[in-house]
């Protein structure tokens, strides 16, 4: 393998692995925070219990969250230089925003969550608790808004003197219509993911017939709160394809696996098996018209095929090669005005050039058979994305009927009454995991062959790094990483077992408590 | 604000950024390092955890905002800087991802092995970084072999261990000394008993060890070539650092000897160093935070207008005319850190006024720790 390649394949698992533990504290954080003002309204103590036993938990996976998102920060600047270089100054500044508003404020305060409870008072303690979800908020959205520029680099401008992509509207890449739909989506994620969490483990101990009065109240909160959130991940996910379909077209089209250009409104197809070589998708189901109207909100704009939009990418190649031989003249005769306005008019396309570069270093003698290999090469894994796409989407309606079945059961009082409802939703637990996962596939796998779209190929924005230090380090952080993972679910599962009472060291039910619940 | 000036204010913020990691994030790693000296019973390695176990989170921000800040802000120092200490940025990730998890896993469960095993680790992760971080900073001195292509694409050729230069050591046991101290002063403020005592204990050998070696590496670095630009000072041109022509002569001294208010810094770090020995609880504290913060800068104004010298081909070496992003940029990112750093700073204190006075043995014995 390749430094190209060793490089993405430490990336992918450092991100996934973060991200096992992102979405958990997204929406646990929130939870604690609705039990805790529970707790301060009413004043009953096993709410303040509750918040202290999924505390507990919700620490476990907070330091995990912390300590594997150092890797994901230093990455840019140890494995992809040149990416760090090319695009620093516009990707660059969420970064360090994030830090600066939105981690520091989180991180900060947790130690005060765990720490705090008899040294502040309740409303203190329950702002400490608030600074913390607000903080782990935020911090997804100025994540979001440097993802997000990837997808739709809006805001920045080409700089021939510095050779690297430089901010031009700093408004435009902060409201970024892909980030804004992404954090929407992202957090919702979270928030099924941390409702599916207490849900599954409260469903464990009514099915053990175990802490009854802190599970009943923990599903009911997990019930609301997870149907708020499965509605919203389906529907912005929605929005998140409708903004993809402006500027992705590509990525929309492999994930549909649609070769050729349909007369609109498109059709979607619900199940089929690409085949990549012939370009062609076997034993398709199809509904008509729906694609048309998810994407293109409208019956008569056509959603293009991965064919045409193959044709445009070879066009633009040839564009971009202009481009690219406007700026080594530049780069001779730098005061010339003329040759940084024909830069400037072609400059749009400088990065469809710089696909060659895989091919040949002289990329202004590049043939038409080299161009069109550029081309193609701008199609994305199509089964991958096919599917991935589809288990995703799968989970994602299986939420909405769980979390829909609980809310009622809890507005009912019969949470505990069917076993087959308390099993699946014990057995759910995983699948907001692996829903979370395949959509960072599908958004970043999707995306290439570019890191960020259009403008730089992911092959080009590595470091200048020996291959076998990569190695090294790759092989590193899967041994080190495994050893965590099992720290990490060995600790979760010890307390789950334990149960709040030996966790928290005394009984959470209040004599009277089971009266409550039934009243 | 001219570009100039926005350069200039960043290299200050860059030197604040570090100075705060060195100084929050510094007694951490120095507690850590102490751990097995401090402490020797169960309860007194509680203590000792317990006493950064609140904090260490938001101190570690200090360190994952400074790469923010140095990819926002210099990304050519931060893909330079990170890709060629490739391996020594491996081990200081590591180092920084085991340490949170030690401080918060190891009192989680009741088994000797475990906890053993956690506290090994923890001594680990408090000296691996400091003395890396100042071996690095020794290898800026000494200058990087690297270079740039047409295409600003950086290329480097050297291994971790050519790193390892008898120069670039005492530089890292300055550093290490430096976080021992820092460590030292803080427990003796936020423990009781038998470990405040020996915490206390380590407060003069540290301090020595420090000035000692910072005075050797004082003299050591005069001994040393240095860089200068040679070329036309252009303080607002594009971030390209093949534009310019850099020779290697003169000294590191040479803004001291221009400046000589400059010299104050050194003079700041031996005083603190002094200080830590001679004061008590709250005052050491502050005392050896100086040091920490006087060191930095000493190295900083040394090496000032240099980033990252290369002594492959010293024209490519980052200096702060060359190496930021963009005037837009850092204008906006030096509006947010107005706004955000002082609000960062009173919530940070709040937290610590919240967490005041020591973690007690009888405390933890109690159960209410």
């Known amino acids: ?519 | 604000m001219s570009y100039e000036e926005l350069r200039l204010v960043w290299w200050a913020l860059l030197g604040i950024l570090l100075i705060g990691f060195a100084v929050m994030d510094g007694f951490d790693l120095g507690s850590a390092a102490l751990l097995p000296w401090v402490a020797r019973s169960d309860i007194e390695r509680r203590q000792v955890v317990n006493s950064i176990g609140p904090v260490w989170e938001g101190n570690q921000v200090w360190f994952i905002l400074g790469g923010g800040a140095i990819f926002a802000a210099w990304p050519a120092l931060y893909a330079a800087s990170f890709s060629g200490f490739y391996l020594a940025m491996f081990a200081i990730l590591v180092a920084l991802i085991f340490r949170p998890l030690a401080i918060t896993y190891r009192s989680k469960l009741v088994n000797p092995r475990w906890r053993g095993a956690w506290d090994w680790i923890l001594f680990a992760t408090g000296v691996v970084p400091s003395l890396i971080f100042g071996v690095a900073f020794g290898n800026l001195f000494l200058g990087v072999p690297f270079t740039f292509d047409s295409d600003l694409r950086f290329h480097a050729d050297f291994s971790l261990f050519s790193l390892l230069t008898p120069f670039a050591l005492v530089v890292g046991l300055v550093s290490l000394s430096m976080i021992v101290l820092h460590g030292a002063t803080w427990l003796s403020l936020k423990t009781d008993g038998p470990v405040a005592t020996r915490a206390r204990g380590a407060v003069l050998p540290a301090a020595g060890a420090f000035v000692v070696l910072f005075v050797i590496a004082g003299i050591w670095l005069n001994a040393l070539t240095a860089y200068a630009v040679t070329s036309p000072f252009v303080p607002d041109g594009p971030s390209n650092p093949m534009l310019k022509a850099v020779a290697a002569g003169g000294t590191w001294f040479a803004n001291y000897a221009a400046h000589p208010l400059l010299w104050l810094a050194p003079a700041l770090a031996v005083a603190g160093a002094a200080g830590a020995v001679l004061l008590r609880r709250l005052w050491a504290f502050i005392a050896s935070g100086l040091a920490c913060a006087a060191t930095i800068a000493t190295a900083g104004f040394a090496l000032f207008p240099f980033l990252l010298p290369s002594s492959s081909d010293p024209n490519a070496g980052l200096t702060v005319w060359d190496a930021s992003s963009s005037k837009l940029t850092l204008a906006i990112m030096l509006a947010v850190t107005l706004i955000f750093l002082p609000l960062v700073l009173a919530y940070t204190g709040w937290v610590f006024r919240v967490l005041r006075g020591p973690v007690k043995a009888s405390d933890i014995e109690h159960g209410s720790y």
């Open chain 1, 1 to 519: 393998m390749d430094i190209v390649e060793l490089s993405r394949l430490q990336f992918a698992a450092t991100a996934l692995y973060h991200f096992l533990f992102v979405p958990l504290t997204l929406g646990l954080s929130l939870i604690l925070l609705i039990m805790e003002t529970v707790y301060v309204m009413t004043g009953r103590a096993i709410w303040r219990d509750m918040v202290k036993f999924w505390g507990t938990l919700f620490g476990i996976n907070f330091a995990m969250g912390v300590a594997t998102g150092v890797t994901m920060e230093f990455q840019f600047g140890t494995n992809w230089a040149y990416y760090a270089h090319y695009v620093g100054d516009v990707f660059g500044a969420p970064l360090a925003i994030e830090g600066l508003m939105a981690f520091f404020l989180e991180a900060t305060l947790v130690g005060l969550f765990f720490f705090g409870w008899n040294r502040l008072s309740k409303v203190g303690h329950l702002i400490v608790t608030a600074g913390v979800a607000v903080g782990s908020q935020f911090s997804a959205l100025w994540i979001l808004i440097a993802n997000g520029w990837m997808q739709f680099p809006i805001g920045a401008k080409f700089n021939p003197d510095t050779m690297r992509m430089e901010v031009s509207d700093f408004s435009a890449v902060l409201f970024n219509p892909v980030a804004q739909a992404k954090f929407v989506h992202t957090v919702a994620a979270g928030y099924v993911t941390g409702s599916m969490f207490v849900l599954a483990i409260s469903a464990l101990y009514l099915l053990q017939k175990r802490f009854r009065p802190l599970a009943l109240r923990s599903m009911t909160v997990a019930a609301s709160f997870g149907l708020a959130g499965a509605l919203c991940v389906v529907v912005l996910g929605d929005e998140s394809g409708y903004t993809a379909s402006e500027n992705q077209k590509m990525k929309i089209a492999a994930i549909e696996a649609m070769w050729e250009t349909e007369p609109a409104p498109a059709s979607f197809t619900l199940v089929g098996i690409p085949d990549r070589a012939g370009r062609k998708t076997d034993y398709a189901v199809q509904i008509p018209w729906v694609l048309g109207l998810i994407t293109t909100r409208s019956i008569d704009k056509q959603v293009p095929g991965i064919n045409d939009l193959v044709k445009l990418a070879q066009l633009r190649i040839r564009n971009g090669l202009i481009a690219y031989g406007t700026l080594a003249r530049l780069r001779a005769d730098r005061g010339n005005a003329d040759l940084r306005k024909a830069l400037d008019a072609h400059v749009a396309d400088l990065g469809y050039a710089l696909l060659l570069k895989r091919y040949r270093p002289d990329i202004e003698n590049a043939t038409d058979a080299e161009i069109a290999r550029a081309a193609d090469s701008t199609i994305p894994n199509v089964p991958v994305l096919f599917w991935a796409f589809r288990v995703m989407v799968a989970c994602g309606f299986w939420f909405i009927a769980l979390f829909g079945t609980a809310f009622y059961f809890s507005a009912t009082r019969k949470l505990e009454r069917y076993r087959l409802f308390l099993y699946a939703a014990l057995f759910s637990l995983p699948l907001p995991w692996l829903a979370a996962e395949l959509g960072w596939i599908v958004a970043e796998y999707g995306r290439q062959p570019w890191v960020i779209e259009g403008v730089l190929p992911t092959f080009l924005g590595v470091s200048g790094t020996d291959a076998h230090n990569v190695l090294f380090s790759l092989i590193g952080f899967v041994v080190f990483y495994s050893g965590l993972a099992v720290a990490d679910v060995y600790l979760m599962v010890k307390y789950i077992r334990l149960g709040p009472d030996e966790t928290l060291g005394h009984p959470v039910a209040p004599p009277g408590a089971l009266a409550e619940v039934a009243a």
